[in-house]
Structures are given as C-alpha cells and as structure tokens.
C-alpha cells in the first residue's frame, strides 16, 4: 500500500509545525536524555508514516557528534559519592569490573579519568601531500607547521616522483627544527619522525636558553659595529637559527600541553603558564631578529668602509637595553609586579634617548646614516619587547591567587 501523500500547503505548515517540536524535544534531550529517546522514535515514526520531509536529520546528527551527557549524582552508603559511566565509553576502552582507573581534578575544575595509565608515547601521524608544482617555500611551511602542531611522524607524498630540491628542502627541516629526523625516503615519499623528548627539553629550559643566547648576539653585534669584525657579525647571524630552533621547540610544547594535560604535569607547567612562556619566547626571538639585522648592517657598513658616529652612545644605549631584557626575564620567572612598573617606566625613558639619539645626530642620506639609523632602531625595539616581556610578567603574577606575589 502505497504511503499517503499530503498537499504541498498542508506538508509545509506540518513541517514548521514538527520543526518546532523538535527544537523543544531537543531541549529536553539535553536535560533528559534516556527518556526522551523514546520519544524521538516516536517523532521519526510519524514523520515517515505521513511522508514529511526528514527535518529530524540535522538532530540525529548533532546527536552523534555531542559528547555531553548529563548524569546525576548518587549516593552510597553514609558519605560515598558515585557516578555511572557511559557504556559506549566503557566498550570502547575495554573497561572490566576490577579495572583501575586514573582520576585527576584539573586546574580548571573538571576531572580527568584516564583508562590507560602506563600510556606510552602515543604516534600522532601527518600525511602532507605535494602537487607537481609546489614550491620548496611552500613546502617549508606546511612542514614548520605540522611540527608546530606536534605530530611526532611527518610524511611527505607525492603522487608523482618527488623533485629533488623538495626532498633538500624536508631534510634541511631537520637541521632548522629540534628533534624530526629522516627515517625513511622513497622516490615519492619521505618520512620525518620526531625524537625530541618535551621532558628532557621543557618550554621553561627553552626560553632560559633563548635568552642567554640572544643576550650574547646583541653585545657582540655592536662590538661587531665598534671593531668592523665582519667574522664577528656573521658569527651573530648563524646563532640566529639556534634562537629560531628554541622557539619553535617552545611553541611545539605549548600546542602538546593543550592536547595532552598529562604532558603538563610531567613538565611541571600548566596552560597558563605555558602560553605566558610562549609569549616570552616570540619576544626573544624578536629580539634575536634585531641582533641579526644589526650585524647585517654592520656588514653593510664593513663593506662600504663607511664609519658611524656616536658609537658611544649607541653601545651605552645597547648596554641598558640588554640590561632591562635581563631584569624583565627576572622580574618574570620571580613575578615581581613592582620590578616589572619600575622597568616599564625605564623603558619609556630608554626609547626616548634613541629617538633624540637619532633625531639629533641627522646625517646626509648615505650609507653610514642608514645603517646608524636601523642600529638604533632595532636597539630601541630591543627595549620595547624586554618591556613587553615586562608586562607578561606582570599578566602572570596577577594570576597567582594561592601565593602572594612578590613585589605587593
């Protein structure tokens, strides 16, 4: 018997009509899920019998995606608390009466329960396929990217023969970052696997690392400038991706914490604190750029044999401003509010002299006034990321609710 068929007026008011049921089923799904199951199959069964097209599609599938469920809290015994687990749940993991579960309360309040305690290094696998026209920049990207987001195993494909400056371009990936390394290459594939541990190399290490070495380029950059040492000022440029190789070691670190919680209590740091070592991190590594861009301009200089004038005050000027990203770094790990103002406001002061410095001193538009004015310039960005770094750590002290924090 054929189903019946209603008029197209009647089928639309009908179908605003069961729309409207739905959003309020819907509703009460989330508040009651096991009854209102029931009534569901009801709805869908009078869908299909009065042939109404399938408005409840959109519900189903949202069903399937939502991992909410609302269980209530029982009580067993004189104090014991207990909560149901969900059987999908349980089937999955291949959780027996007996099993041993592990439970942790997270910073933010909510509770993790792990099935697999003695979980091993889990292989987190990313397949990046190359067209026949990429380029090897393009490439380098999407590669720096999957390993920022903390897959430990990066494939390279290619449907057709992989070009040769493409594979050059994966392996040199392995001498810019921390950790990947070629362990397999056909003529179509390569294959990266990451062996960088985050608890031998944690982000905290990373950032105290950074800093030393950025602190160093910058005073050898305007010793470089002072002495005309071209040896020097290249030796400046190469640390530059030593600086770079940290930074994204941190950045990495940062993205595995927000995926795995375990990771963070093995390291010891949490989210917040995570993000605020990242923050530093970019600022240092900003900083390592200007140490780059000095000794490239010292280059320049060296080369034109052309000399700059008030080297003085530049190297006074370049000594307090390493000097406050060192009691910013300080004032962040110590989080001392009241250090933190004080050189914020020393910082102010410390710009303004490079901008008089470079006000008053105008040479002829030459090469020794370029190269004079980017030198202060990147001093004077020097001074305002050490004081961005300064208000990170007053960001993070702020946060401390336990403690008080140093310096109130």
């Not at 990936?173 to 390394?181: A, H, K, L, Y």
């Not at 995570?274 to 900083?287: F, H, K, Q």
């Not at 961005?388 to 007053?394: L, N, S, V, Y």
Request: glycine share 4%; net charge negative; proline share 3%.
């Amino acid at each position: 018997m054929p189903l019946p068929v209603l008029p197209h007026f009647i089928e639309q008011a009908t179908s605003i009509i069961f729309l409207k049921i739905r959003t309020m089923l819907f509703l009460i799904y989330v508040l009651e899920i096991e009854y209102i199951r029931t009534y569901l199959c009801m709805f869908e069964y009078i869908q299909h019998i009065l042939y109404i097209p399938n408005i409840l599609i959109p519900l189903k599938k949202m069903d399937q995606v939502m991992e909410l469920e609302i269980r209530r809290i029982q009580k067993t015994g004189a104090s014991t608390m207990t909560i149901s687990l969900p059987k999908d749940w349980i089937r999955s993991n291949s959780i027996k009466p007996g099993d041993s579960l592990a439970i942790r309360v997270l910073a933010d309040g909510t509770i993790s329960i792990d099935p697999k305690m003695d979980r091993t290094k889990i292989e987190s696998r990313k397949v990046i396929w190359v067209e026949a026209d990429e380029s090897k920049e393009h490439l380098t990207r999407k590669l720096i990217g999957a390993y920022l987001a903390g897959y430990n195993i990066i494939e390279v494909r290619s449907k057709e023969r992989l070009d040769l400056e493409l594979k050059h371009a994966v392996k040199e990936i392995s001498r810019m970052v921390i950790g990947p390394e070629v362990i397999e290459e056909t003529s179509n594939t390569v294959v990266m696997h990451d062996l960088s541990d985050p608890v031998e190399l944690p982000q905290e290490k990373c950032v105290r690392r950074m800093h030393l070495i950025v602190g160093s380029m910058h005073k050898d950059a305007i010793m470089a400038l002072r002495e005309s040492d071209s040896a020097l000022a290249e030796d400046v440029i190469d640390r530059d991706a030593d600086v770079d190789r940290l930074y994204w070691m941190a950045v990495k670190q940062y993205n595995m914490i927000l995926k795995d919680r375990k990771l963070s209590e093995k390291i010891g740091v949490d989210i917040f604190e995570g993000m605020n070592l990242m923050l530093v991190a970019r600022g240092i590594e900003r900083i390592g750029d200007h140490a780059e861009k000095i000794a490239n301009n010292t280059i320049i200089a060296i080369n034109a044999k052309v000399s700059i004038s008030n080297q003085d005050e530049i190297g006074k000027l370049s000594d307090s401003a390493i000097t406050l990203l060192e009691k910013a770094m300080e004032a962040f790990f110590l989080k001392d509010i009241d250090a933190a103002n004080r050189l914020i406001d020393q910082g102010t002061e410390l710009v303004q002299r490079g901008q008089d410095l470079n006000t008053n001193t105008r040479m002829p538009a030459n090469v020794a006034a370029m190269v004079k004015t980017f030198v202060i310039d990147s001093i004077n960005r020097t001074t305002m990321l050490a004081m961005d770094i300064a208000e990170i750590a007053i960001n993070a002290a702020m946060r401390l609710d336990d403690e008080e924090p140093r310096g109130s």
